[in-house]
């Protein structure tokens, strides 16, 4: 215990960069997300094309790669980077947002086809239908999904700990190098963290999925 | 679907949208070439460069990767499937004391990253890279197995198990006889799912050091000059992603076969409704 205790200030401030690269990448990933779906569902050609490759692609690459890439790769090509945070949060946001478009996806699905036809016929065009008829309601049934997918990427970012960045992994990795005795305390501390964070928004999750359930 | 979402394109809108499509495969091929000619700047087209792939140690050495990546997921695969049985009838238990103690657990199993318990087992039971590999696959798929054949379970209907009983059945022989047939096969996709995930977490592997398809990249690229790091890296990640997408779409090609069956044969095993048989 008393590892934990004399190193609190460390694991805090590894906590709070994990939460920083999860909101981070999390908001990225949502928008480029959503994009993607509506690039999906889109009259042209080019662009579902492309958003079908990327989700393909992105959602059949292994996390560790994507992270390679970004913070080894990338820098041998030319693209330097000020702190490896940015590697690690493009790595996380580009994966994350293939799962994101899929669940959008599936949420745009889900609206009933009614909806889309009745803002046809008052005359709505195909941005319009999107924006103000079928996302808002697929919004709301795809949110249980999507925290699921944001507790994965809190747990994902744990990766970006072994690529430079110096995270609640990161540092737990450390201190257990530095305290060889201790180390099943120290481990065992930085996965209350992480519970810290996965656990209420599992419960959040499934609060809202009864939630939106009942109101169906 | 889409087709709901705007009209039938008349020789207008079908222009226009030939209009976008050209204009928005012009600017991904323009990303293409931006990305294609700054690679060749820093000599990635070099032929020397990709002469090693002409070199037999190194396909060797990569051959040996993908088999350490996918003995670590067969291994974990038929590790974690029984257990996450075994964690799904004690989550479902009858008997509080078991019960509670066993969503505890596998709520603190879901809630964790992978690669820390890979750590975890690496250096607090001093064990190889691959026991560790395969510890932290096991116990984390076996949570989510145990979760995903319980939600199979509690989605069937309610007269399964009680006809079971009914019958005689002990409540363990109910579950194993008469639910957890039709759970697992209700839940196949989610199941094939989760395998490739499972395939996908094995480069996790890399950060504990197990000598994975990646690991082998490094250790090339580390050997061989930085200068090749970009054509091993490139096609060790092309082979990984073309492993996964096969099993993805294995998964894709049994989701749909298991909704044909499922639907046929629900729609003959269910009697008719009473009332609907009396008008």
């Known amino acids: 215990m008393d590892v934990i205790i004399e190193n609190l200030p460390l694991y805090w401030e590894g906590f709070l960069r994990t939460l920083f690269l999860s909101v981070v990448s999390g908001a990225i ?36 790669i994507a992270f390679f890439f970004a913070a080894i790769v990338l820098p041998r090509l030319g693209v330097r980077f000020e702190q490896f945070e940015v590697a690690a949060i493009i790595a996380l946001s580009t994966y994350t947002a293939a799962f994101i478009a899929e669940a ?106 009864r939630k939106v359930a009942i109101s169906r | 679907m889409s087709s709901v979402l705007y009209d039938v394109p008349g020789p207008k809108a079908r222009r226009v949208s030939l209009i976008g499509s050209v204009l928005g495969s012009v600017l ?12 060749a700047e820093q000599g990635i087209f070099q032929g020397q460069r990709w002469a090693i792939f002409t070199r037999g140690d190194v396909w060797s050495l ?38 509670i103690p066993t969503r505890i657990v596998l709520e603190f199993l879901r809630g964790m990253p992978v690669v820390l318990m ?23 798929n076996a949570a989510v197995f145990a979760e995903i054949i319980r939600a199979g379970i509690q989605s069937l209907p309610k007269g399964q198990r009680e006809a079971g009983l009914t019958v005689g059945l002990t409540s363990f022989q109910s579950r194993m006889i ?36 990646l690991r082998k990249v490094q250790i090339m690229a580390d050997f061989l000059g930085p200068d090749f ?11 990984y992603i073309a492993i996964n997408i096969v099993v993805s779409r294995i998964a894709v090609w049994i989701e749909r076969r298991g909704t044909v069956k499922a639907a046929g044969g629900v729609a003959k095993a269910e009697p008719e409704p009473i009332e609907a048989a009396v008008p």
């Open chain 2, 62 to 99: 990569l051959g040996n990767g993908v088999l350490t990546t996918l003995s670590a997921a067969a291994v974990a695969a038929v590790l974690a499937f029984p257990l996450g049985l075994l964690l799904c009838l004690l989550r479902i238990s009858d008997i509080a004391a078991i019960r």
């Open chain 1, 29 to 64: 990933a949502l928008v480029l997300g959503t994009l993607l779906a509506a690039a999906r569902v889109s009259p042209v050609a080019a662009l579902r094309g492309f958003s079908m490759t990327y989700v393909e692609v992105l959602r059949n690459t292994p996390l560790t």
């Open chain 2, 118 to 140: 890979m750590l975890f087992v690496l250096l607090v039971f001093a064990s190889g890279a691959f026991t560790a590999v395969v510890a932290g696959l096991v116990l984390y």
């Open chain 2, 178 to 213: 008469i639910e957890l047939p039709q759970a697992i096969r209700r839940m196949m996709p989610s199941l094939v799912a989760q395998l490739v995930v499972l395939l996908k977490d094995t480069s996790l592997g890399y950060i504990v050091s197990y000598e994975e398809l």
């Open chain 2, 28 to 39: 991904i091929l323009g990303l293409v070439a931006w990305i294609i000619t700054t690679l």
């Open chain 1, 104 to 209: 959008v996806r599936s949420g745009v699905n889900s609206v009933h086809v009614g909806q889309a036809e009745a803002a046809r016929s008052i005359g709505m065009q195909f941005g319009q239908v999107l924006s103000l008829i079928i996302l808002p309601q697929a919004l709301r049934t795809v949110i249980p999904p999507l925290i699921n997918i944001l507790i994965a990427l809190t747990k994902n970012s744990s990766v970006a700990g072994a690529f430079f960045v110096l995270e609640l992994f990161g540092y737990g990795r450390q201190l257990a190098n530095a305290n060889g005795d201790q180390v099943m305390t120290v481990l065992l501390g930085v996965a209350f963290f992480y519970l810290l964070i996965t656990v209420p928004l599992g419960i959040l999750a499934s609060t809202v999925e």
């Open chain 2, 229 to 239: 790091l970009f054509p091993i890296f490139f096609v060790a990640a092309a082979i």
